[in-house]
């Protein structure tokens, strides 16, 4: 086939976008492939939980601007339960506006899907891809839909966040065997900006300040979740504050209760020629400390820029795609250890390691170093 594309993005999806808009404002003119029908709402109301670090991927091009509903975290509170020892993360000792930011994901692609038009990118709707043929010269895209068609480009990239054609096999692979009970809830106590991360021995429990109330993220084995999700609210609620506690008062009212399985699963960019992968679709990590979708955004823009720095015209020119995997490894990995590491060694009531854990924070709390260091990389990544 000839090239009829020089650069197509799977997938309109914030890291897609994200993407698409880095190079569409550098020079280059990707086209995008997205599943979804154009007319199709965007009133998505997932939580996300962005970074400094993302926000300044989103300044960079053009669309924190646009964001209409957020609420910043100044600061974090982390603790463990049935032990001693604390520790208190904060925007004013790191000198930035705040660790992050909580906004709906629809929110998110609203503004997202904007800044595309505003920018003239070539999206192209109702295009889902069935599947992506490597090649030496080009990649091959067959699409699907009303329309099915066939296009090559000389680089293909998946962000469709793993949903699309199959990804090639793991690399690390680890379920948890939990799974995270997620609804939105009101305290009786205004948040002030504050998120709490409480780590318990069935997994840790997420409260992050959104609107004038938090969006929940419980973690606990599976039959234990679906017991939790499918109580009423009156029930729902005490046994949230029995597991929680009143550190923000009395728990007052929970919205519709969701729930999804928590794995690990690192693919990485890929060794296919013409292809490369970013964000889920490369991996997919647990939530703890929200890395996932940020590490995406660090994908997406990173590739943009060393797409736009390259030398040579050709995108999917094998030595640039191997320098792009080896650029994104430290962050990847580094941000599988921070996470699997939190799971892993909260994840246990044992009494050596419950103090052990306990005197950590306690360190932690007691040295501005080593909090400076953890909270960098939860904004920045691995490479902090």
């Not at 154009?38 to 601007?65: F, K, M, N, Y």
């Not at 106590?189 to 969006?215: I, K, M, Q, S």
């Not at 580094?334 to 994840?347: H, Y």
């Not at 953890?374 to 490479?383: E, L």
Request: charged share 20%.
């Amino acid at each position: 086939m000839q090239v009829s594309a020089d650069i197509v993005i799977v997938g309109a999806g914030p890291v897609g976008a994200v993407c698409a808009l880095a190079l569409k404002q550098a020079g280059r003119d990707p086209l995008v492939l997205e599943a979804r029908t154009a007319d199709r709402p965007l009133d998505d109301r997932r939580t996300l939980a962005l970074s400094h670090g993302s926000r300044q991927i989103l300044e960079r091009i053009g669309v924190w601007g646009r964001l209409r509903e957020f609420t910043p975290i100044t600061a974090i509170h982390v603790s463990h339960k049935g032990g001693l020892g604390r520790a208190v993360l904060t925007a004013g000792e790191e000198g930035v506006p705040a660790l992050g930011y909580v906004l709906s994901y629809g929110e998110l692609n609203r503004a997202l899907q904007e800044v595309l038009r505003a920018n003239q990118v070539n999206v192209r709707f109702d295009a889902p891809v069935a599947e992506t043929i490597p090649g030496l010269e080009s990649a091959r895209l067959v699409i699907g839909g009303e329309h099915p068609d066939q296009l090559a480009a000389r680089l293909a990239i998946v962000a469709d966040g793993g949903s699309g054609e199959p990804a090639p096999p793991a690399k690390l692979r680890r379920d948890y065997g939990q799974v995270a009970v997620v609804a939105e809830v009101k305290t009786e106590r205004p948040h002030l900006n504050l998120a709490y991360e409480r780590f318990t021995a069935d997994g840790p429990v997420a409260l992050l300040p959104r609107g004038d109330g938090y969006a929940l993220v419980w973690v606990c084995p599976p039959e234990q979740a679906e017991r939790i999700a499918g109580l009423d609210e009156e029930a729902f609620l005490a046994a949230l504050q029995t597991h929680f506690g009143y550190r923000q008062g009395r728990f007052l009212q929970a919205g519709a209760r969701g729930q999804f399985p928590l794995r690990l699963i690192w693919s990485g960019p890929g060794r296919e020629p013409r292809m490369v992968r970013i964000g889920n679709a490369a991996q997919t990590l647990h939530p703890v400390a929200g890395q996932g979708f940020n590490l995406g955004l660090r994908d997406a823009f990173e590739l943009a820029r060393m797409l736009i720095d390259a030398a040579d015209d050709d995108p999917g020119k094998p030595a640039l795609l191997r320098r792009f995997a080896s650029a994104r490894r430290t962050d990847a990995l580094g941000g599988i250890a921070f996470t699997d590491f939190l799971v892993r060694s909260f994840s246990t009531n044992l009494a050596p390691v419950r103090h052990a854990r306990g005197l950590g924070l306690m360190v932690l709390q007691a040295c501005p170093p080593l909090r400076h260091f953890v909270a960098r990389r939860m904004m920045f990544g691995a490479r902090g």
